[in-house]
């Protein structure tokens, strides 16, 4: 079924589903100037960049979009961290990226995230990991609506 949040591409007899996510590089990997690194990585793990930009969440926002973790313990951490310095935000597409961009973000715990992702190489901890990824097509639509509301991609 074709949306505008899936499209169908027929490549030599092969179809090929492409699906959008949203990733957003976190405060930490800001800070410590790994923007064009998570770029990089997520490049070359054929990732296409569809809609882009930097930004500074207000309490508003960061509630609105961690919203789902209002009643655990760390929620107030999580809204001061994310609220303290600025965030890229993307819409990205590619066949499966939900569940490739998931895998390539690593574990939620850097320490113990597998080698080669992007939470082992420049997250540090659970809660300074570098990169969310959403986990659902249903967690995408919602949180690009709060990021990007009517600028998301079509």
Same mark, same amino acid.
């Given at each position: ?6 499209? !169908?591409d027929i490549c030599e007899g092969v179809h090929l589903?492409?699906? !959008? ?12 100037g790994n923007i064009g690194k998570i770029i990089t ?47 890229v935000a993307m819409i990205l597409e590619r066949e ?5 961009? !998931? ?15 992007? !939470? ?35």
């Amino acid at each position: 079924m074709a949306s505008r949040f899936k499209e !169908r591409d027929i490549c030599e007899g092969v179809h090929l589903t492409k699906e !959008r996510t949203l990733c957003l590089i976190k405060p930490d990997a800001v800070a410590e100037g790994n923007i064009g690194k998570i770029i990089t990585m997520l490049e070359n793990n054929n990732f296409h960049i569809l809609k882009m930009k930097m930004l500074i969440m207000n309490q508003e926002l960061a509630q609105k979009f961690y919203y789902v973790h209002k009643e655990k313990h760390f929620y107030e951490e999580l809204i001061c961290f994310m609220t303290n310095n600025y965030i890229v935000a993307m819409i990205l597409e590619r066949e499966d990226a939900i569940k490739k961009l !998931r895998s390539l973000a690593g574990d939620t715990d850097s320490k113990i995230a597998s080698p080669e992702t992007i !939470r082992n190489k420049y997250g540090t901890d659970n809660s300074h990991n570098a990169v969310h990824a959403s986990d659902s097509l249903e967690s995408y639509l919602y949180e690009s609506e709060v990021i990007f509301g009517n600028e998301k991609s079509e």
